[in-house]
């Protein structure tokens, strides 16, 4: 039994003593681990008056990348009068971009040039594939718009086809007005010149008919007299009275 350094018997071999680690001196070179100052805390915001409200947080609206840039050259084009220039970016904006915010704009200035330019076939493609794009962000007053402007391209080309005396196709294009836009303002006058047409033609039958669909289609409108006499005219064997 052997007594080690604390003044406590053990048995056996004597240990040595141990040393305790003595903290770091300033004179050695290394400094005391520094204590976390406590951070301030905020300031308590002052009161608000009675029916103050808080302003509007604005939203920063996303641009998908080329956008601006493609719909700031084809405007630029457009009030150039440079229609050939601005109806290919405004036609591209619309099928890359539908569903953002400049795409109704655009499609707006796209039928334009193309109305300007007297390029029908292609405006009545681009209203068509603008009724049909179901990623088009369109509200209900544009597509009313798009629907209406439909129906005044079928209405000219009609007419230009009565103006060619192509009967046939004059009459056939009346008529579609009225089966692809029931309740478009032109369809009495479409029905009473596609008559007019079956006439010039010599189908007296069609004629009839086309007339007959004018009478129950649109009973209150004016043109209804003017049917009216027109039938008798026909089941009579004369020529149809010019309308006033």
């Excluded at 405006?123 to 962000?137: D, G, S, T, Y």
């Excluded at 669909?213 to 049917?227: C, K």
């Amino acid at each position: 039994m052997v007594d080690d350094a604390r003044g406590v018997r053990v048995r056996g071999r004597a240990r040595a003593p141990t040393r305790r680690a003595c903290p770091p001196s300033r004179a050695g070179g290394q400094r005391p681990a520094r204590r976390a100052r406590p951070r301030p805390r905020p300031a308590a915001r002052p009161p608000r008056p009675p029916g103050h409200r808080a302003p509007p947080r604005l939203r920063r609206r996303s641009t998908p990348c080329g956008s601006d840039a493609l719909l700031a050259e084809a405007r630029a084009a457009y009030r150039a009068g440079d229609h050939a220039r601005a109806i290919p970016r405004l036609a591209a904006l619309v099928d890359r971009f539908p569903d953002h915010a400049t795409a109704q704009h655009a499609a707006d200035l796209w039928l334009a040039a193309l109305d300007h330019a007297r390029r029908y076939d292609e405006l009545e493609r681009a209203v068509l594939a603008l009724r049909r794009n179901p990623r088009l962000a369109l509200d209900r007053d544009h597509r009313q718009r798009l629907d209406d402007l439909h129906a005044q391209l079928l209405f000219r080309r009609a007419t230009l086809d009565a103006e060619a005396l192509a009967w046939p196709a004059c009459a056939t294009g009346f008529e579609r007005v009225v089966h692809d836009h029931p309740r478009s303002r032109l369809g009495p006058m479409a029905l009473h010149n596609a008559a007019r047409c079956w006439w010039s033609a010599g189908d007296r039958a069609r004629a009839e008919q086309a007339l007959y669909d004018l009478l129950a289609r649109y009973p209150r409108d004016p043109l209804a007299a003017h049917a009216r006499e027109s039938l008798v005219q026909l089941q009579g064997g004369g020529p149809l009275r010019p309308s006033d």
